[in-house]
């Protein structure tokens, strides 16, 4: 691990507080009547519901929602046997991905323990206080054990991620795989090299749905599984051992159809792809190093379709992929386990999305191309907000079906329209937008290129591929910070400084920028003056020079003033009256976006019809659908002051031009976001669930609602964002964050990758 990145990495989970986890009441706390409500006497209530029905705990406690992640710590990632206390923080991101991707509380369970029968025990008696529990990085063949028998002794979901995380969405690319290269699962040969946890998972499942166990042939470190080798097997090792005299891995790859790699790295060799079928599909998991690396593969054999575990190839196989989700659907219908029809299910929805037409709103999230079914897009993108949707449900039917299920779902729209709430918490808002610039980088005027936090920036924007970065400022001082903050920005090929007192591209930029100004009240030799000394400047004439695809300016002193200085040389939009701005606010329970928060303090009712267009559309590039409220301190037309009357007139403006827009208002801020309100007031309205775009009367209103919620909520503010400039360039604000550039970095990289 690279030095730099392990600092990154320990002030992560040491930094603003020790931890990844914390444990949030979800009942207000705010008077007598509350604290008797929560504890004595009115606990009683709920605990005597529960005594007389059990399942009761499911409706007065938070059990039927929370997973246990538990581990000994004894195959922790590639660190191997480090103990219960090291594996911690892998424990802590799992339960965040949990929380992230599917809304699914999760307390991680450390357990010093390695005899099985004592470690089961622990286990099962915590059975009161789960709603399933996941099981991770156990070392085999123990992890064969505590499974099963916990999976008998309890009567809620048990998972080994390690194994039925990995097989079902390994499954799902070999479904895939196989159909694009003409083959059934029923008639085709499969070698593995590995025959730990998760390949004999991989198999399992993979013999469930339909492939002979005789057309399997395992190989680990001790060469080719076979009948009487020896050494002391586990029975689901011992049932796929074959009757051969073939002892290496080259010797079984003969007439092979699908490599399955879950070892390590480089034993799959370019020499020996000769020997598989025709249109092979290889599987390289071993991380971060796979068995073959991919241009090796495709250039021995052209008709081979790849998936590896890396995010930097395509077929990524990432049990993010389903775990979160298949917990989700489990729990959803209180299934006593998890067993083969629900990973089957997950296997054919994960596959059936691969397959499946984009949409528009997703299409856009991928930067405005849907990603289309064929050898480099077998399996989904970790990113895709779909899974949730497609996984869940399908698990909750096959659980349904298999007798599993003890609330069954009656209304299953209504239960994919409450699985909408978790696609896109927090900081998932920005997924989308981070893959759409790493796979397609531009170059990124940072105006400010001497800042702390820029260069910090700027580090993570290299080491994550986002952009090829252009830093305006004095040279000889961002070497030296750069070298001070130990950063490892190579100013010879990474990363280009534009200096404003040397740089030989000045004097035409200065020539262009008087050009642009003379008549706005700037003589020739300020305009020269100032293209040295005001850096937002100098990046917005890189950028309208063509020298850079965007540009970031302002993080320093007044956010107006920077503005001011830009404005001249922000061409619009074809079509575009005015420049507006957005900014987004990422919350727990998702993202609201606020316009116009920095630039129009009293927009016109046609100007906010024209705004409320633009930010629509800038929510479309997050993969959102918008849902917009025009606010006011009016709600349906209960006052007719001239700022109810300016909203109301916006509205009827966006209905006549946009009758399919999901819009409603004018509406106080509670009605937006309160649907069942909203019904109490009107009986009709256009907007379903509760809005994700707030248009507010003026730029008070905008940016009071923002900064007063950002403080009070710490919500992540991204933004703003300026709206109909015809070129990606963006003014930030004073209190930007290292990350906070970086996320501005991806957005303005997305805008430029955008086809316009």
């Not at 009115?42 to 929370?66: F, Q």
């Not at 390994?170 to 070698?191: D, F, S, T, Y």
Request: glycine share 8%; aromatic share 6%; charged share 20%.
């Amino acid at each position: 691990m690279d030095e730099n990145f392990r600092k990154s990495a320990l002030a992560y989970h040491r930094l603003p507080r020790p931890g990844k986890l914390s444990v949030e009441a979800t009942k207000r706390m705010a008077n007598q009547r509350d604290l008797a409500l929560a504890y004595s006497p009115g606990v009683a209530a709920a605990c005597e519901e529960i005594a007389k029905d059990p399942a009761a705990a499911r409706e007065y406690t938070a059990r039927g929602n929370l997973v246990a992640v538990i581990t000994n710590g004894t195959a922790v990632l590639g660190l191997g046997n480090i103990g219960p206390l090291a594996s911690k923080p892998v424990m802590e991101g799992k339960a965040v991905l949990f929380k992230k991707f599917a809304g699914i509380d999760v307390f991680d369970l450390e357990v010093a323990e390695t005899d099985i029968d004592r470690f089961v025990e622990v286990v099962a008696a915590l059975e009161p206080t789960f709603g399933g529990i996941n099981l991770e990085d156990i070392k085999a063949p123990e992890c064969f054990v505590i499974e099963k028998r916990l999976r008998e002794r309890m009567n809620i979901p048990v998972f080994h991620d390690d194994q039925h995380g990995t097989a079902i969405v390994c499954a799902a690319a070999i479904r895939n795989g196989l159909l694009l290269q003409g083959k059934k699962l029923e008639e085709i040969k499969l070698v593995t090299s590995g025959a730990g946890a998760a390949a004999l998972a991989c198999v399992d499942l993979l013999v469930a749905m339909g492939l002979p166990a005789d057309n399997v042939t395992l190989t680990d470190i001790k060469g080719v599984v076979y009948q009487g080798r020896g050494d002391d097997m586990a029975p689901n090792m011992a049932r796929y051992a074959r009757k051969t005299d073939a002892r290496i891995l080259p010797d079984v790859l003969v007439g092979a159809d699908v490599f399955l790699g879950l070892s390590a790295p480089n034993v799959l060799k370019s020499a020996w792809l000769d020997q598989m079928a025709g249109k092979p599909l290889i599987l390289a998991l071993a991380n971060p190093d796979p068995e073959i690396m991919p241009e090796d593969a495709i250039a021995a054999r052209p008709d081979a379709i790849i998936a590896t575990g890396r995010s930097d190839y395509p077929n990524q196989v990432n049990n993010v992929l389903c775990f979160p989700f298949v917990f989700r659907g489990a729990l959803d219908v209180d299934a006593t386990t998890i067993n083969e029809p629900m990973k089957v299910a997950a296997v054919e929805a994960i596959a059936a999305l691969a397959r499946a037409e984009a949409s528009d709103v997703v299409a856009l999230a991928y930067g405005g191309a849907a990603m289309g079914f064929g050898p480099d897009y077998i399996i989904p993108k970790p990113f895709d907000p779909r899974l949730i949707l497609s996984i869940a449900p399908a698990v909750a039917r096959a659980a349904m079906e298999s007798g599993v299920a003890r609330r069954p779902i009656t209304d299953f729209d209504a239960y994919e329209t409450e699985l909408e709430k978790f696609v896109y918490r927090s900081g998932q808002l920005m997924r989308p937008v981070f893959e759409v610039a790493r796979q397609s980088p531009r170059r990124i005027a940072y105006a400010e290129g001497e800042d702390e936090r820029v260069l910090r920036a700027v580090q993570t924007v290299l080491d994550e591929g986002l952009a090829h970065p252009v830093l305006v400022g004095r040279g000889a001082v961002i070497r030296e910070k750069a070298r001070s903050l130990g950063l490892r920005l190579d100013f010879q090929s990474q990363v280009r400084i534009v200096d404003p007192e040397s740089d030989p591209l000045i004097p035409a930029l200065a020539e262009r920028y008087q050009r642009r100004v003379e008549r706005k009240g700037v003589p020739p030799d300020a305009a020269a003056r100032w293209i040295r000394s005001r850096h937002g400047i100098a990046a917005a004439m890189l950028l309208e020079h063509g020298e850079v695809d965007a540009a970031l300016c302002g993080g320093l002193g007044d956010w107006s003033r920077q503005f001011a200085n830009i404005l001249p040389l922000l061409p619009r939009q074809d079509g575009i009256g005015r420049i507006y701005s957005l900014a987004s606010l990422i919350l727990p329970n998702g993202a609201l976006f606020f316009c116009d928060t920095h630039v129009n303090v009293d927009p016109t009712a046609e100007q906010i019809a024209e705004m409320t267009l633009l930010a629509a559309r800038a929510v479309r590039r997050f993969g959102l659908a918008p849902k917009a409220a025009l606010l006011s301190h009016s709600s349906f037309g209960t006052a007719d002051s001239q700022s109810a009357r300016k909203m109301r007139k916006a509205m009827a403006l966006l209905r006549a031009a946009h009758p399919d827009f999901e819009i409603d208002g004018e509406m106080h801020a509670d009605a937006a976001l309160s649907e069942s309100l909203r019904a109490r007031l009107v009986s009709n309205s256009p907007l379903n669930g509760s809005a994700n775009l707030l248009v507010m009367p003026t730029l008070d209103a905008a940016n009071i609602a923002l900064t007063l919620l950002s403080a009070a909520t710490e919500g992540l503010l991204v933004g703003p964002l300026l709206l109909g400039v015809s070129k990606p360039v963006h003014v930030m604000v004073p209190s930007v964050t290292a990350r906070g550039i970086v996320n501005m970095t991806a957005l303005a990289v997305a805008q430029a990758a955008a086809p316009q």
